[in-house]
């Protein structure tokens, strides 16, 4: 069974600061992708990540794709409170599946 | 592009009743389109995939008999839950495959449903 773990699950800081958003599994996935949501909505995606080692950037949010496709990472700088929302990062498996973490709530404060 | 509309975005219903969930892919052909349930600050829990012109396949757990899912075109999955009870309250989210190049899937708004 695939699983992917996300971390922290929950992160409350002050606008200005920067956070990371880890997503780790044992398994391999073609691709990952990464999205925001808030409360009574659907999930936004934000970026999916496919090529080993893979870097992309969405204005202050960097998302990294490890070299062995089993894990990523979400870097936010200088988060601001319209950054506050549940992440999810997301594996694809074999079938088109998405494998999801748990979830980060970020709540930022002004 | 790759927009994804749900109908109703909210439902309450008496306890015994069923209730109809369109999902639909506004601006392209998904051939493949999957349910989730979500519970509060919780992450998604698939319940089922979906594939146009066959019989969904349900995850572990999910019972067949009670969400019955049916892709009728290449644009439209609807999942009914049949005799409702308040355990099914929840917030349903479908979600559609655009296909070809990668596995991303584009999310519908989602539906909170209410069972009294």
């Known amino acids: 069974t695939q699983l992917l773990e996300q971390s922290p699950q929950f992160l409350s800081i002050q606008e200005g600061e920067n956070l990371t958003v880890y997503c780790n599994s044992s398994?391999?996935?073609?691709?990952l992708q990464w999205y925001r949501q808030e409360p009574g909505e659907g999930p936004v995606l934000l970026v999916t990540?496919?090529?080993?080692?893979e870097v992309k950037k969405l204005k202050r949010l960097t998302f990294q794709f490890g070299d062995a496709r089993k894990d990523s990472s979400l870097h936010i700088t200088a988060a601001q409170p319209g950054d506050t929302g549940l992440y999810l990062c997301?594996?694809?498996?074999?079938?088109?599946?998405?494998?999801f973490g748990q979830g980060t709530e970020l709540s930022v404060k002004p | 592009g790759a927009v994804v509309s749900q109908h109703p975005s909210r439902v309450i219903c008496k306890s015994g009743t069923s209730v109809k969930i369109e999902c639909r892919s506004l601006?392209?052909?998904?051939?493949?389109m999957f349910w989730y349930r979500q519970f509060p600050k919780k992450s998604l829990m698939l319940m089922a995939t979906?594939?146009?012109?066959?019989?969904?396949?349900?995850e572990q757990g999910v019972e067949k008999d009670k969400f019955l899912i049916n892709h009728a075109s290449l644009t439209l999955s609807t999942l009914t839950v049949t005799s409702a009870h308040p355990e099914d309250s929840s917030f349903y989210i479908c979600?559609?495959?655009?296909?070809?190049?990668?596995?991303?899937?584009?999310f519908g708004p989602g539906t909170r449903l209410t069972v009294l």
């Open positions: 979600s559609a495959n655009e296909g070809a190049i990668t596995d991303t899937q584009y």
């Open positions: 398994s391999v996935f073609s691709s």
């Open positions: 990540v496919v090529t080993g080692g």
């Open positions: 997301a594996g694809a498996s074999p079938g088109g599946k998405l494998i």
């Open positions: 601006d392209f052909q998904a051939t493949t």
């Open positions: 979906s594939n146009e012109g066959s019989k969904a396949t349900y």
